[in-house]
């Protein structure tokens, strides 16, 4: 696949909230204004570049030669975790100003399914490490999206008059629902025209 | 035996990999290690750390970071934590406090159980009071009382509040931290928070006219303004069709009111929450 069609696939069409459901918790935490979830978006999508490199290298490098492919999830998760916490850190003591801005979303991320989904992803469709690498920016920028149109229609809903027992997260489930409705226009169909 | 010893490795490789990442980050956090806040940690250590919001940020560590930097001025935000965390942050940033005012607690001012207060229709839906409150307000000809449905349980982060069995919901004083949250959430408005060591209580919330909260309730207040005039050192106050008793001043005759009262809607606080705290089990 072109490293073009991955970029379109992963934004649009399989977005990762939007098409797979994954991460909705930062999506529906998060997204209450506008800053914050800019916020969460690059922190996710940095997180996931770099945790698709490093999971591609993990599995085609160790975990394949050794036999031991079967063991990828759980090494994943372990790998995934100490990573963030390992770019917390590094954050934290050489750019106090970024971590004061990501600072709350970086440990969000430890937990988020999105970034284990799209290493696992990545693995199954048999990417190189540049498309790994091009599927975990552009899953990165596709959650970044899907965040931002959310906190941009919940900004909205603050001033709307909605029943007291729907404020909150149930209001932004529906709408989130509404939303990935929207998105499955974007199918394979997309793809094909854009790339023939 | 194959399988097994795929079993094995598997299993020893993950917990070496795992130890492995693991003496990382602790090498990594001695390395990047970043200088905390003195003044903040102290903070945050006589906090309660139960995160409730009630202080209006995040968490107790936001309220710390904000004293600690002087954003916020304000030394009571922490409710729950009550005196000995206002001792305790008065303390540490050298301020004078005043420890001694007492605790809040939530009181639902409804005495409208089943068979008491009339109802409208029969509600069948979401067991949640701002659900029912979408269909006409609620199921309760009054409305201002306590709808029984509980959204204030659901918030109460210390289980302080229980449902009685027959439509009504009562608030264990003593569990109570004071945090506002059910009477933030409460649609009716019938939780309002009264002083731990009240004597009495006006345990009604109705605004109706008297009339009309006769006939929607048998122990509404009906602003007969018998307290009112009767014992005007007693600190009951007619506002809006509805008794309210001030704290503050307690003068004679608090308790003569208990027996003029017509509707019976003045009571004794402690005793009757034991009593019906024992009925909900
Ligand atoms: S106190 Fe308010 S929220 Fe609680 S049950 Fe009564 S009406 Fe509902
Ligand atoms: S929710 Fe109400 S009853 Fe529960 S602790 Fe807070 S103020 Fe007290």
Sequence with gaps: MSYFAIVITYIFISNLILAQFLGLCPFIGVSKNVESAVGMGFAVTFVMSIASLVTWALYHLILMPLGLAYLQTIVFILTIASLVQLVEMVVQKYSPVLYKALGIYLPLITTNCAVMGIALINIKSGYNVLESFTAGIAAGMGFLLAILLMSAIRVQMETERVPRFLKGAPIAFISGGLMAMAFMAFDNSLLNNLVG | ?281
Excluded at chain 2, 225 to 251: M, T, V
């Design chain 2, 1 to 281: 035996m194959d399988v097994i010893l795929r079993i094995f490795w598997g299993f020893l490789s993950t917990v070496l990999f795992g130890g492995l990442l693991g003496l990382g980050l602790a090498v990594a956090s001695r390395k990047l290690k970043v200088e905390k806040d003195e003044t903040v940690e102290a903070l945050d250590g006589v906090l309660p750390g139960l995160n409730c919001g009630a202080c209006g940020y995040a968490g107790c560590g936001g309220y710390a970071e904000a004293l600690a930097a002087g954003k916020d001025e304000d030394l009571t935000k922490c409710k729950p934590g009550g005196a000995v965390a206002l001792a305790g942050i008065g303390k540490i940033l050298g301020v004078e406090v005043d420890t001694n005012a007492v605790r809040m607690v939530a009181y639902v001012h409804c005495l409208g159980k089943e068979g008491v207060a009339s109802r409208s229709y029969n509600y069948e839906g979401l067991e949640d009071c701002n659900a029912a409150t979408v269909l006409f307000s609620g199921d309760k000809d009054c409305k201002y009382g306590c709808l029984g449905l509980g959204s204030c349980m659901n918030v109460c982060p210390t289980n302080a509040i229980r449902k009685t069995g027959d439509g009504l919901v009562v608030v264990n004083p003593d569990l109570c931290i004071s945090c506002g949250k059910c009477v933030d959430i409460c649609p009716t408005g019938v939780m309002r928070m009264i002083p731990e060591d009240a004597d009495f209580v006006v345990a009604c919330n109705s605004r109706d006219k008297g009339k009309l909260t006769k006939s929607n309730c048998k122990v509404g207040c009906i602003a007969c303004k018998i307290c009112e005039k009767k014992f005007p050192e007693a600190g009951y106050k007619i506002q809006d069709n509805l008794s309210i008793l001030g704290y503050d001043n307690r003068g004679p005759g608090r308790a003569e009111a208990v027996e003029k009262c017509p509707a019976k809607c003045i009571i004794p606080y402690r005793e009757v929450k034991i009593e019906e705290a024992s009925s909900a089990g």
